[in-house]
């Protein structure tokens, strides 16, 4: 059994103690509320800082072996209050052909930028980001603009990307997404979610998802694939990836979005494409309003016209 855990304080929000990592923690076994979210924000603020700091370091797209990444997190982790953590504290190890296993927690279903591991005694989920060999972490959407046209692709994303996402879709409604920090061997970002359930109707699940992510689905810009628009912290976001096994649902039956695929929309796309400026602008009545403005087309994807 984990010891009985200790309470902490951070700016006010009570964070516990993870004797997985070692370190705090705002996300214990699968509740979800307003709190939890918010601790979490706050966490993600102040670990991304450090993690931010750290990859400036390091030239984007430059290949960057683990024992690099160790020295340079390690040498100042303390001065920038970054968690390093040992994978073998998560039980996680490599076997013989320098694959991660462990022999505690459950892998999951990998998606096409992190392996989960399922901690069946806390309820909750970690999950470990590859920094691949080309120095990118994840993926992302980035879109092309050309005329009338707009396509949106899958692109290898960086530090910055991936950790923006895991605090967008924390902070705009999705699944609570905590930041722990890197792994010890320098090779793996890591995050951590409770534990989420399946959805029960994927279609009506998913509109509901969207909905507590304040999502807009734009319409007429002849996409090829679902997404929506939401504008969380001050920005809208194009988010997709928004397939059967990144929609679940949390432990009250709330359906969620447990990850997906973000991208920046930009002030010039913006104005190039009035569907999408539109989409935008409802996007952010939404948010500030918790009214969805009326759109007689709201439920239909451009992919199914």
Known sequence: ??????????????LQFDFRTGFATAIRGDAVSAGIRSACAALNRDRTRGLLEAGQQTPPGESVSPD?????????????DVPIVDLSRLNITH????????????????????????????RV????????????????????????????????????DTMEKLSVLNAGGGLPTEVIGLASTGDYLLAKQPLAYPFENFHSDRKMAESMMKGIVPIGGGLRQRVIISHVEGRPWMIGDLHKR????????????????????????????????????????????????????????????
């Open 246 to 305: 990144n929609i679940m649902r949390d432990s009250s039956g709330r359906p969620t979005i447990i990850d997906a695929l973000l991208g920046k929309i930009t002030p010039r796309a913006q104005r190039e494409h009035q569907w999408l400026s539109k989409a935008c602008s409802d996007a952010k009545i939404f948010r500030e309003s918790n009214r969805r403005p009326v759109n007689s087309f709201e439920d239909i994807d451009d992919s199914e016209l």
């Open 125 to 160: 989920v970690y999950k470990l980001f590859d920094l691949r060999a080309n120095g990118a972490l994840g993926k992302k959407l980035t879109f092309n603009s050309s005329g009338d046209g707009f396509e949106v692709e899958v692109s290898d994303a960086t530090w910055i």
């Open 68 to 80: 690099v990444w160790t020295a340079a997190f390690a040498r100042r982790a303390e001065e920038w």
């Open 95 to 122: 076997d013989a052909d320098g694959f991660i296993t462990s022999r505690v927690l459950v892998p999951l279903p990998s998606g096409a930028e992190a392996a989960p591991y399922l901690d069946h005694e806390e």
């Open 1 to 14: 059994m984990i010891p009985e855990i200790f309470l902490l304080l951070n700016d006010g929000l009570q």
